[in-house]
């Protein structure tokens, strides 16, 4: 079958509230993507400020119960935060068996211990089915087009953990680089263990949880979502749109030329760019020092890596003056 993707998302004035106890819930409308998907990903941006969190649901068309996917708080010292405990949910990604026609998303709001209510600002979901493309994309342009992304090496924090915080530290570069990241330290520089508290998943004992790395990066950043691509095209669009992307790449040892990953199951890059070649210029936390975390990769390489590894997984982070390119990746385009 064609690989097929659509993303879609809503504010708080779409879909319906309703009151229990003490507590509201949000529900979506009901989203008919136009084919049967196999796995969901959800995204939302939420205040969670005080003490308050929220807990987020899926429900497919015509079950009558709701899958736990998340439940959400922001902080570095958030105690009601961890991946869903569905069967049906695997850390991020819910996988209804056979798949499933429709869903709509259910937001639970619950109020901290002194009444403060959070407040939820958009919230969306991917959702795909099919194979992945096995040959290599044709390059949009010949032109090289590189964004200047600062570099950050999780390496840098591998006596304290670092050597599993690709994607905070990938977020991190991200938001640098749209401006909306503040020093961490003293000495004006990020404090990666700092940013992998913010996002630590304790049900995944990890911080590489998708939708809890974009939730955190929405509370600096105007908009950040999960969302999947077809190939390196679409990700050239987003780079003429001067948006860099977080992706989730996985291949076995040796696949990746000049990788200082050798081989992984999964791992997250930034990519910033591309030669005038069509080959992929990225940050990769997994280098070593900040001076060698520029590398870039052989097109064909990093697309199986990327396809093959994650279905095309991408974090988008951008500011409000950043638009999105239009594609087939999206119905309603964020």
Do not use: K
């Amino acid at each position: 079958m064609p690989r097929r993707i659509r993303y879609d998302a809503w504010s708080p004035d779409d879909g319906r509230r309703t009151r229990r106890g003490g507590v509201t819930m949000w529900t979506s409308p009901w989203c008919e993507p136009g084919f049967r998907f196999t796995d969901l990903v959800a995204s939302w941006q939420a205040d969670t400020s005080g003490g308050s969190w929220i807990e987020v649901g899926a429900q497919a068309r015509g079950e009558r119960g709701w899958h736990a996917l998340a439940h959400w708080q922001a902080g570095s010292t958030a105690t009601c935060r961890s991946s869903g405990r569905d069967p049906q949910v695997d850390t991020d990604v819910w996988r209804p068996p056979g798949g499933a026609d429709g869903y709509r998303l259910r937001v639970t709001a619950h109020p901290s211990a002194s009444g403060r209510t959070p407040v939820l600002g958009r919230i969306g979901a991917v959702v795909s089915t099919g194979t992945v493309r096995v040959t290599t994309s044709s390059p949009l342009r010949r032109e090289e087009r590189v964004l200047d992304v600062p570099r950050l090496s999780q390496m840098t924090w591998a006596e304290v953990g670092g050597r599993g915080w690709c994607s905070p530290t990938s977020v991190s570069m991200v938001l640098a680089h749209a401006g909306t990241l503040p020093p961490t330290t003293d000495t004006g520089t990020v404090d990666i263990n700092r940013v992998a508290r913010e996002v630590f998943d304790p049900a995944y004992e990890g911080t590489g949880n998708w939708s809890f790395n974009t939730a955190w990066a929405a509370t600096l950043a105007d908009h950040a979502f999960v969302t999947r691509l077809h190939d390196l095209r679409d990700a050239e669009r987003f780079v003429d749109a001067g948006i860099p992307l977080v992706a989730s790449v996985g291949y076995p040892r040796g696949a990746l030329r000049g990788a200082p990953t050798h081989g992984t199951a999964g791992h997250l890059v930034v990519i910033r760019g591309f030669t005038a070649d069509g080959d992929v210029v990225t940050n990769d936390p997994g280098a070593p020092t900040e001076r060698s975390v520029r590398r870039t990769y052989d097109r064909g390489q990093f697309e199986r890596a990327w396809l093959g590894g994650s279905g095309g997984l991408v974090y988008v982070i951008h500011r409000d003056d950043q638009l999105l390119p239009r594609g087939a990746w999206s119905a309603a385009n964020a």
